[in-house]
């Protein structure tokens, strides 16, 4: 008689199942966001896309929401304004019992700002010159106050998917960057910054909803760099996907950027691992051990 064994838990299908989850993506019509809607609706979730442009959203729906075990589901709105949040959380509400799983990606940089000078003068000129009250604000409005809004107001949704699910927890997946960790610039300081704050926020959040002995899961993930809007400028109409050639970042420890799978993997892992709280989870080729913190 053979003994009793738990190899069913092990398959692929139990470990990283996200499927009939309900999902949230902020931004999800692009770039990161499109990688994280597709990592979750392919595998069986039910993602809202959450963006301003309904075309976009639609193109997207039409595009990647065909033929897969989930479903993708677009809602105009603003993630910057308390009531338009507000609006988000009753628009879900009226369709759902439950969120279970919310990512925090919608994100903006501003123009880049040259830190070079061969004197004070100089790097006055090209660093306090070209900047704008309004570029920092506008930054931190969306990468900072925006995912903190977005986690205080559906509280009450994700709470519910822990009571509804046993062994489940609602999660939060704050996407940051690990332009929040290093010490150098890059050309971006409220960009950088905005993350850095983000990198605390998600940290204090993971703390104090635990500490208020809520069972929601607050992680992050820092992306490197990833082909999307922000970083080529660009996306293709159809797709709506950007892209990036391998050579683009051969110095990688990678030798390439970070690719759609690159980023399922980590939106799969966060979502699905009852036991992850509180941590950040770097993707970046390697970018952190060459440049530093």
Not at 46 to 57: A, D, N, Q, S
């Amino acid at each position: 008689m053979s003994a009793n064994t738990n190899n069913p838990d092990f398959q692929l299908g139990e470990v990283f199942n996200v499927k009939n989850k309900v999902a949230l993506v902020t931004g999800g019509g692009s770039g990161i966001g499109l990688m994280c809607t597709q990592a979750l609706a392919v595998n069986g979730a039910k993602v809202y896309i959450v963006g301003r442009t309904k075309e976009k959203l639609d193109q997207v729906v039409k595009v990647h929401g065909q033929n897969i075990a989930g479903e993708i589901i677009p809602i105009v709105g603003d993630v910057t304004d308390k009531d338009g949040v507000e609006k988000l959380v009753k628009e879900i509400e009226s369709r759902e019992k439950c969120l279970c799983i919310l990512i925090n990606n919608a994100g903006i940089a501003a123009g880049k700002t040259t830190p070079d000078g061969e004197n004070a003068e100089e790097m006055k000129k090209n660093l306090f010159g070209p900047t704008t009250v309004n570029e920092w604000t506008d930054v931190y409005s969306t990468n900072v106050v925006g995912p903190y809004l977005m986690t205080t107001a559906f509280l009450p949704l994700l709470q519910k998917a822990t009571d509804h699910q046993h062994g489940y927890s609602g999660c939060v997946i704050n996407i940051t960057s690990i332009s929040g960790h290093v010490r150098i610039s890059q050309g971006h300081f409220s960009y950088n910054a905005s993350k850095g704050a983000a990198v605390h926020l998600n940290k204090m959040l993971a703390a104090e909803i635990a500490k208020a002995g809520l069972k929601i899961r607050v992680n992050s993930i820092a992306p490197g760099v990833f082909p999307s809007e922000m970083t080529t400028q660009d996306s293709d109409d159809q797709t709506q996907k950007s892209s990036m050639p391998k050579e683009a970042k051969g110095e990688l420890p990678a030798g390439r950027p970070g690719n759609d799978r690159d980023m399922a993997a980590a939106v799969l892992f966060a979502a699905s691992c009852q036991y992850l709280n509180g941590q950040e989870i770097p993707v970046d080729g390697g970018y952190l051990i060459q440049v530093g913190r």
